[in-house]
């Protein structure tokens, strides 16, 4: 199960880079001018740190310049899009939740969509520092090396997560991540802002405010992100028809599921299925 995992995270060009037991990664890479990464997500955490050279990065709903110092840290529920204005010199930590400690990876699900930083000069030279560590490490296997680069691994996230809430308003964890984990058991369900704050026991419109504030989305904007990337398996990896898969995934109707789809994705789940489908028949 390991080896299927540790296919999925692995770039499949990079300079430099470490490999951990399929838990985690970190590689430095450099992606060329002019070239693009369509808009995408994972079912892992990413994090990418710009080492030098310039591009233009969709981050959810938001578009902006990045360069040196800039990081965006992806959860499961992130769309992300890269377009390189220059040669971009980039490093790239992808991991499992195992791969941190339980209240750091409680506080990166309860903090989706709110991880976009600029570190500044002596931050960015203190990460590639930590960075290279890993890559010694790596490179030498002394004993208790893979702990060793864990424990770094760790130091680097806290350091976005510190960068990221020191200008953050109050937040309410505990709540957040019980409705995280909640939306992530029942999102292919009918699941609401009232049904959702009736099973935490606070009123909706109060759970409404703090789940935008905390999160960065609304709830609908979140569950829908959630589906639409359960969707997205299924017109992959599977030959139900378009009508089955919305339904399976949560939505109560065709069109809306075409709506939703073709506004966060800027194409049709029959195209989508046409281009990424790992299955020789469907049944659209």
């Not at 290279?132 to 090396?145: G, Q």
Request: hydrophobic residues 35%.
């Amino acid at each position: 199960m390991k080896e299927k995992r540790l296919m999925n995270i692995v770039p499949e060009v990079y300079e430099r880079g470490a490999v951990f037991d399929g838990e985690f990664i970190v590689v430095e890479k450099t992606l060329k001018k002019d070239t693009a990464v369509g808009i995408h997500w994972h079912d892992y955490f990413e994090l990418e740190i710009i080492v030098s050279g310039i591009e233009e990065v969709t981050y959810n709903n938001e578009k902006f310049i990045a360069s040196r110092g800039n990081a965006t840290l992806m959860s499961y529920c992130d769309f992300h899009a890269l377009n390189h204005i220059s040669d971009v010199v980039m490093i790239n930590i992808r991991f499992f939740e195992n791969s941190v400690g339980k209240e750091i990876c409680d506080n990166l699900l309860s903090g989706i969509g709110k991880f976009n930083i600029k570190f500044d000069e002596d931050e960015i030279q203190k990460i590639i520092g930590c960075v290279n560590r890993i890559f010694e490490e790596n490179e030498k296997k002394d004993k208790f090396y893979y702990q060793m680069s864990k424990s770094i691994l760790n130091e680097i996230i806290i350091d976005v997560i510190r960068k990221s809430t020191k200008d953050s308003a109050d937040s309410a964890p505990g709540t957040i991540q019980q409705a995280v984990n909640y939306i992530r058991k029942n999102f292919r369900y009918d699941i609401s802002v009232e049904s959702t704050a009736k099973h935490l026991k606070i009123a909706p419109n109060y759970f409404g405010s703090v789940f935008k504030k905390n999160i960065g989305v609304s709830f609908n904007d979140y569950v829908n992100t959630l589906r639409l990337k359960y969707a997205c398996g299924l017109l992959e990896n599977s030959d139900y028809s378009i009508k089955e898969i919305a339904y399976f995934s949560g939505f109560n109707s065709i069109e809306y599921f075409f709506f939703i789809f073709k506004k966060r994705l800027f194409t049709t789940p029959n195209a989508y299925r046409s281009t990424h489908s790992k299955k020789a028949k469907s049944r659209i």
